[in-house]
């Protein structure tokens, strides 16, 4: 029973197996009206920086007037566009990471994300599936064009 919780958790909250670009290019297309939803609200409201299913950058949204119930929207969208992750936004360059999968933990792990406008998406490659470390390097980030300033990103370490 324990390891049936366990497998639903890591399921539930970004574990399991990583996607294939061809998933979360299906899976980006099929939320497009979600996403933007998304899009429009961090712009609206500036002040958060990151909402994932348990925690909020700032800790405490009502001190920077964002609502509980706007919190819960947020996390509503995320969880139909199974994101449960998240996103990182940032005001100053309107940047946006939403996260599409996670496994590990801080300082070793592995993700795929949507980007929107990142600051430098290098390299750009054709897809991500297969892509390896370079030599030397002990980490990967790649991107992976979807369409105007969207991309995917595979950051692992």
Not at 132 to 147: C, K, N, T
Request: charge should be negative.
């Amino acid at each position: 029973m324990l390891l049936v919780t366990l497998l639903c958790l890591a399921a539930c909250y970004g574990g399991g197996p990583k996607p294939t670009d061809a998933e979360l290019l299906a899976r980006f297309r099929a939320h497009r009206p979600e996403i933007a939803t998304l899009m429009k609200m961090m712009e609206e409201d500036r002040v958060i920086r990151r909402i994932d299913y348990d925690w909020t950058d700032p800790s405490n949204p009502l001190s920077a007037g964002i609502s509980a119930d706007r919190i819960s929207q947020y996390r509503r969208i995320l969880f139909d566009i199974d994101c449960p992750r998240g996103f990182y936004y940032d005001s100053n360059t309107g940047s946006v990471t939403i996260i599409a999968w996670a496994v590990g933990l801080a300082g070793s792990g592995a993700s795929k994300s949507f980007m929107y406008k990142p600051v430098n998406p290098v390299p750009l490659v054709d897809e991500l599936d297969s892509y390896q470390v370079p030599a030397g390097q002990d980490y990967v980030l790649a991107y992976r064009h979807i369409e105007g300033d969207w991309y995917l990103e595979y950051d692992a370490d």
